[in-house]
């Protein structure tokens, strides 16, 4: 379980739904990025990155996250749109789809460098599937996303600073917290 603690919590629901509840919120999360390798298809979470052009023009991409101790983590190839986008500037957001929440977060990445953090997440997506090793501050492996492009691959965190919560399910509602 994660430290990550909402300094503030707003109820953003006009219809009457009661607060969602940080502690549902992140149970829910952490259940779903804990899956059985191979999970993808209809019944997975589905994760997109929204960085922001250096000219201002907003760019979104899917992107395989892993949620690990209150922060997500993902990859980028350094020629990739999102990488250059984020050198630029690292405010992002990353929206996940989930059969009970639409989960939007709202931060910045940051390149992991630290070899025992970066052996911690290859471990995790080891578990889920895809097996990279670390080499010199960043991921190698034989394959990854079609628009990664050719390692090394960084690795960013991304630790919410905001966080959006719309209910999908009974009781539904909205709220927002900060961190």
Sequence with gaps: ???????????LDGYGAPLIEWSRVLKHLEESFTQ?????????????????????????????????????YFTAGPGTRKAKNLAQNPNCAITVATHDFDLVF???????RDEARLQRIADEYTG????PTV????????????????????VYEM?????????????????????
């Design 1 to 11: 379980m994660t430290n990550l603690e909402p300094v503030t919590e707003k109820n």
């Design 36 to 72: 059985e390798p191979g999970s993808g298809g209809p019944n997975r979470h589905t994760c997109w990155l929204a960085t922001v052009h250096p000219d201002g023009k907003p760019h979104v991409m899917p992107l395989g996250a892993l949620w690990i101790d209150g922060a997500f």
């Design 106 to 112: 709202e931060g910045k990445a940051v390149i992991v």
């Design 128 to 131: 889920a599937g895809w097996s």
């Design 135 to 154: 080499r010199d501050g960043a991921f190698y492996a034989e394959f990854s996303a079609p628009s990664a492009g050719p390692p090394p691959w960084d």
């Design 159 to 179: 630790v919410p600073t905001t966080v959006f919560a719309l209910g999908t399910a009974e009781p539904f509602g909205a709220t927002r917290w900060r961190f």
